[in-house]
């Protein structure tokens, strides 16, 4: 079974804070996704890599920043917390093009931020 | 750019019936389309995969059906249980590359009553 694990299930922050969410995956995929989600918005996708070192935008990357240093591990940076950045954040894995499953997508528990 | 909506916020199912939930989407038809589950304050859970070229797939007492003329996903559940409370979230993707994107929908909230 794939596994993605998430560093926290649960941070509080203050505003201005620089703040680092970790992901990880065990099933050696390619691609890897940031989201958040938010009531009456769905997922939103912030960021995502295809490869070691390589990060394309999503649809809300404002306010972000993220780093691909190893194939298993996808960190979301806040630069500098602020207040509408609380929020259910999502990371997900999916296999490159030829894998089992390439299609899906394989999330970790969330972490639920809050910053104050 | 490509919308979707799920019928419904929240469903309310007397347990033994039938759910029925949609997914409608606007914009170009998608190369395959998903159904998750989602619990809460957890991740969603991939549940049911359908390709463009197929109509109707079923697993156990889940079945999803792709109408791309009347861009429409239809996901049910046959004799509903009280453990299928959640929320159900769809979710479509243009093409098969490794940079294709998966769009979601905002989530139908299921529940069961017994």
Redesign the interface.
Known sequence: DVKVTQSSRYLVKRTGEKVFLECVQDMDHENMFWYRQDPGLGLRLIYFSYDVKMKEKGDIPEGYSVSREKKERFSLILESASTNQTSMYLCASRGSVGAPNQETQYFGPGTRLLVL | SQKIEQNS?ALNIQEGKTATLTCNYTNYSPA?L?WYRQDP??????LL?IRENEKEKRKERLKVTFDTTLKQSLFHITASQPADSATY?C?L?RG????S??I????TRLSIRP
């Not at chain 2, 304050?41 to 991939?46: A, I």
């Not at chain 2, 979601?104 to 989530?107: Q, V």
């Open positions: 916020e395959y998903q304050g957890r991740g969603p859970v991939f995969l979230l979710a993707t098969y590359s490794s940079a994107k998966i979601f929908g905002s989530g």
